[in-house]
């Protein structure tokens, strides 16, 4: 005989609008807590794509659909399910269906199922050579055109996080043939913390392909240097002495007041995300070209994070000869 959950996983296949409804209200109150995911998780092969399916209803079922999908992708077991039943493409296909009112919860279930390393190759489309990069692109262009206060492309930030711990992720984001990483940058101007921290996270990951891709990292400084370097760079107002030395998008920003980066996990992103550069020597040069040493001084005195603090002194080791003013020999070490 069947048990009261596999009765309530059958109605969500039911006929009538009203008791589908009213399923799928109840399964996701029971993916609100421990005991229900649990629950639930044994019968993951069926209550799954039923809830999958539902995915493409009505708003007044595909949203609870969608909520209980989101907490259920936060068991891993059940994300991995969710990654080879396809789920990917089911929310990537519905995420870009015109007049879609699950955006937010889609991109966020994106971000839970992107946690796996089979996630990753999803969503990167790995082993499609013609269709290889398409989602990303995707989501990398409505990051940066959507523009809205309750943006449900904000979360889109901590995929590209995701992404961007892989090596595959890292190169595709770094391909300059298709620009991504320098369109992402752009959007740490963004009022959203959500969305800052997500910029400097990518960044950050992309970073430690400097020994290979320092090239490509390095052709988009215009963009790279400011995000880098203004969230470190102190409160303090610049004077022309220093400004002088800087290129201009730089040099502009910190003659001006600004608003300091409060959030001190972006600011340690940077100063690592600096360091990872450094260590080559064509980053130093780089970083020496920008007046980068002497922004990094000023904004150390004004630091009072112990962890910030830490991450500045670990560049410094790096890039201050003798008395921190000698710059960096250009001879090529081997």
């Not at 790279?224 to 370097?229: C, G, S, T």
Request: charged share 25%; hydrophobic share 40%.
């Amino acid at each position: 005989m069947a048990t009261e959950l596999e009765e309530l996983i059958d109605f969500l296949s039911a006929p009538s609008p009203p008791v589908k409804k009213a399923a799928v209200d109840i399964v996701r109150g029971l993916t609100g807590s421990e005991d229900g995911l649990h629950s639930l998780s044994n019968y993951a092969s069926t209550v799954l794509p039923s809830l999958s399916r539902l995915l493409s209803e009505e708003k007044e079922v595909s949203e609870p659909a969608a909520e209980a999908l989101v907490n259920l992708s936060q068991n891993a077991e059940l994300a991995a399910k969710m990654v080879e039943m396809g789920m990917i493409k089911v929310a990537m296909d519905l995420l870009y269906k015109p007049g879609s009112s699950i955006m937010r919860l889609l991109v966020m279930l994106l971000v839970n199922l992107t946690q796996l390393d089979d996630g990753i190759s999803s969503l990167l489309q790995i082993g499609d050579e013609k269709m290889q990069g398409l989602y990303i692109m995707k989501l990398v262009r409505s990051f940066c055109r959507s523009s809205e206060s309750d943006d449900p492309y904000d979360h889109v930030g901590s995929i590209l996080v995701n992404i961007s711990k892989k090596e595959a992720g890292r190169k595709m984001l770094l391909d300059p043939k298709r620009g991504l990483l320098k369109q992402i940058i752009r959007q740490f101007d963004s009022s959203s913390p959500l969305r800052k921290k997500g910029v400097s996270g990518t960044i950050r990951n992309c970073c430690f392909e400097a020994e290979n891709q320092l090239q490509n990292l390095l052709l988009i400084s215009e963009f790279l240097w400011p995000a880098l370097l203004l969230p470190v760079a102190g409160n303090k107002i610049y004077g022309e002495q220093d400004t002088s030395k800087m290129p201009l998008e730089l040099g502009s920003a910190l003659s001006i007041e600004r608003e300091p980066v409060k959030d001190p996990e972006i600011r340690v992103q940077a100063l690592e995300a600096i360091y990872l550069i450094v260590l080559q020597e064509a980053g130093r040069r780089a970083f020496w070209s920008v007046n980068g040493p002497r922004i990094l001084q000023v904004g150390y005195e004004d630091e009072e994070d112990p962890k910030v603090m830490e991450a500045y002194e670990q560049i410094g080791s790096l890039v201050v000869h003798g008395n921190g003013t000698e710059e960096p020999s250009t001879t090529t070490s081997k």
